[in-house]
């Protein structure tokens, strides 16, 4: 373990208290909880090599018995012969527990359960096997966990609320697993814990609505919680059973118990259960891509309570259950919220593209649009400075000027405050009654920056998260252990402001980079500039989609000058996969200006819900109100992923190559409307499908036209290039690129590429 400055972790032997918990190695503790027995065996001759010091009292044999000895000769040939075949015949025995053995003891045979995971130490692998007897009722085993909480999944999925939501898992977690109480426990950003539904023994008084510091579970323990998803104290005033040998003899090292069921927990966590008045414990992590974002915290007070390994793997598989259901729930809420704020945005893009007001103007809705940057974020005030001067809408400070001198301070272009008092005193005395900002810098002197002012609220905690420690005098020292008190503390907050959301810091982030688009055509930045921000509008990573490739190349036209081809490539709300080659006509600044407003504009249709030829309509619409002497060509397909079925519209763009799965290539006859700017209104659809093995080749003209090649001959040396005598080799685009580029062409080339897999 190292010692302590180098680690971080206690160093062997050293007291835990209060004031150095969050630094205990609780995943090596070196002992187990007593309702159980672990062994660690070797591989394949399944000789023990560990063993928990209470192994006479569970199977009647003394430690010196175990040590060194086959498993058979410790459980009996039954069980080893059980567990053996089924080491070998599982690879990921994590996922297969329970086993269900009969070991031979001194007192007879018993029914056990065994719990088995492999665990590294140093170089070598050992098998961890642990056992519970089967005790009392046994409702539930691995096959049928499912239907056990079959119910319980109904009603989660009737639940038309958070609320709902929460009250449901509660109520069946309990119910499942006989606890006296359980909770819903929801962290914030901080880590601090709130209640937010509980079932309990009607004689309980509540604990809903109580908050607690993060302090209480410390960071090492949740990383626990994230690898290891449930946990079972069940007697809180245990006598922990050490691990023979404490060490493992060939490293020095001690067992790493990261994933055992058994696993002695923190004596500080058993104390502050202690101090609540519980007897036993379990908790189920809920988990938002990997991270604990919180628990089911079940607690028993009438004394010690172990329900069986089928229960709590039932109750594991609801919290699993809950999880999804509100990663779901909220990845819907955020989806509506990115698709208000897209809407916004988009109006807000084409407001700041009206010459005729500065850009403060149109952003803070003095001009004719009338939209405001309040719209896109709920704020009291927003201020935006340029051009040497600034304007506002809301509620803001008189003269809020020490603003702009404060953002040019900070190390990022996006700074986010909600505490202003505390964390900018000097600049909160210049900006009365502000409590939070967010702040957007923006080249030459200007920014955008959100005020809120104080959100005063009452904050009720279990227990005073100020005091949370006691001194305790043992002998001639003085350790600080868990606060005894849990009533409930109510605080009231001030100096606040509501915190910025991820959502609302992803709208800011995203605010700005299109923002630049369109500082690009009110400045005239340099080309090298306009050259970057068109890249910058590229995917920086394409989607991965399951059983699709997809490869783009932008190449800019010789000579470094910046034209207006882009590509893109989405996953729809739907679940189709959207792909798009467009070109605005011309090179430069105004070129790459017009490029990433139709791009995020088709890209704000297409997420909406409208289809290629509706999206097409739309952008054609965009154009023709604030692009007059703008036109650009775009191809627009949107693939159903699990049939190849693809729905296509062109506005002025070349007709894409489909490929068959035998090698060949053959342009799509398809209908063309005109280029947007100067479209329909209505462009035509057209439908095909990619068949396993095949694909789509999106292309812009600068590929196959220019002034040496006229195009047809430029579409046949393409067509040419993509037919494949051995249709198991792939085709690279780079190569396609060198071999139908035009060295004289004055155009940039783009070109993606959309495979379906063979299988």
């Not at 960071?219 to 691990?243: C, H, S």
Request: proline content about 7%; glycine content about 8%; charged content about 20%.
């Amino acid at each position: 373990m190292g010692e302590p400055g180098a680690s971080g972790l206690l160093a062997p032997g050293e007291p835990v208290d209060l004031d150095n918990c969050a630094r205990e190695p609780i995943h090596v503790p070196g002992s187990v909880q007593p309702h159980g027995v672990l062994l660690a065996v070797t591989e394949p001759d399944l000789i023990v090599e560990h063993v928990s010091a209470n192994v006479e009292e569970l199977l009647g044999l003394t430690v010196d018995h175990v040590l060194g000895q086959p498993l058979a000769g410790v459980l009996g040939p039954e069980a080893s012969d059980a567990i053996g075949t089924h080491v070998l015949t599982f690879g990921n025995l994590r996922a297969r527990n329970p086993i269900v053995v009969t070991a031979a003891t001194a007192g007879g045979p018993l029914e056990m359960d065994a719990v088995l995971h492999r665990v590294v130490v140093g170089e070598r692998t050992l098998l961890v096997v642990e056992l519970e007897a089967s005790s009392g009722p046994r409702p539930f085993s691995f096959p049928n966990t499912y239907q056990a909480v079959r119910d319980a999944m109904e009603r989660l999925s009737a639940s038309s609320s958070l609320a709902e939501l929460y009250d449901v898992a509660a109520q069946e977690v309990r119910s499942l697993t006989g606890f006296d109480r359980v909770m819903i426990y929801r962290f914030d950003a901080e880590y601090n814990g709130e209640v937010v539904a509980e079932a309990k023994r009607a004689d309980l008084n509540s604990f809903y609505g109580l908050h607690y510091p993060a302090s209480d579970i410390p960071p090492q323990a949740r990383a626990l919680y994230e690898k290891n998803w449930i946990r079972l104290i069940a007697d809180v005033g245990y006598t922990p059973a050490p691990l023979v040998p404490g060490l493992d003899g060939p490293t020095g090292q001690p067992l790493d118990l990261t994933h055992s069921v058994l696993r002695s927990v923190s004596p500080i966590h058993c104390e502050y259960l202690g101090n609540m008045g519980v007897a036993a414990s379990m908790s189920i992590s809920l988990l938002r891509d990997g991270r604990l974002w919180g628990l089911i915290a079940c607690h028993h007070y009438s004394g010690p309570h172990h329900p069986p390994y089928g229960v709590r793997a039932a109750a594991e598989f609801l919290g699993s259950s809950l999880s999804l259901r509100l990663v779901a729930r909220a990845e819907e809420d955020e989806l509506q919220g990115a698709l208000d704020a897209e809407a916004t945005m988009v109006s807000l893009l084409i407001a700041s593209r009206d010459a005729e007001h500065t850009l403060a103007e149109a952003l803070v809705g003095h001009s004719p649009s009338n939209v405001s940057l309040l719209e896109l974020m709920p704020a009291q005030g927003v201020v935006v400075f340029g051009d040497g001067t600034w304007d506002a809408d809301g509620t803001v400070p008189d003269d809020p000027t020490p603003l702009l001198r404060w953002i040019a301070e900070q190390p990022e272009d996006l700074t986010a405050r909600t505490a202003l008092g505390s964390q900018e005193p000097a600049l909160a005395a210049a900006l009365p009654g502000v409590a939070g900002l967010l702040a957007v810098r923006l080249p030459e002197d200007r920014a955008v920056v959100w005020l809120r002012h104080e959100a005063v609220r009452d904050v009720s905690w279990g227990g005073d998260p100020h005091n949370k420690a006691i001194a305790r005098r043992e002998g001639d020292e003085v350790r600080l252990s868990p606060r005894k008190s849990f009533e409930k503390w109510t605080e009231t907050v001030r100096g606040q402001s509501t915190p910025w959301t991820a959502q609302e810091i992803r709208s800011a982030t995203d605010l700005r980079r299109r923002l630049l688009e369109t500082l690009l055509l009110r400045t005239r930045w340099a080309l090298t500039s306009a050259e970057t921000v068109q890249r910058s509008l590229l995917p920086a990573a394409l989607p991965r989609v399951d059983g699709w490739q997809t490869h783009a190349r932008y190449v800019p036209a010789p000579g470094g000058r910046v034209g207006g081809d882009w590509y893109d490539a989405l996953e729809l709300p739907d679940g189709r996969y959207a792909v798009v080659v467009g070109d605005v006509a011309g090179h430069g600044l105004s070129a790459a200006a017009a490029m990433g407003q139709l791009r995020n504009a088709l890209r704000a249709f297409l997420i909406r819900g409208d289809s290629p030829a509706q999206a097409l309509g739309w952008a054609d619409l965009v154009a023709r109100r604030t692009m007059a002497t703008d036109m650009a060509t775009v191809v627009v397909a949107a693939v159903d992923v699990a049939t190849g079925e693809a729905e296509l519209a062109i506005a002025g763009h070349p007709r894409p190559l489909l490929l068959d799965a035998v090698g060949g290539a053959e342009l799509v006859v398809s209908p063309v409307d005109r280029p947007l700017g100067v479209g329909t209104g209505t462009p035509p659809t057209h439908h095909l499908t990619i068949e396993p093995g095949g694909g789509l080749v999106l292309y812009s003209d600068g590929l196959v036209d220019s002034r040496s090649t006229n195009l047809r001959a430029g579409l046949a040396r393409l067509v040419e290039a993509f037919r494949r005598p051995d249709p198991t080799r792939p085709v690279d685009i780079d190569d396609v690129v060198r071999e139908c580029s035009d060295p004289d062409s004055v155009d940039d080339v783009t070109i993606l590429l959309l495979c379906r897999d063979l299988t």
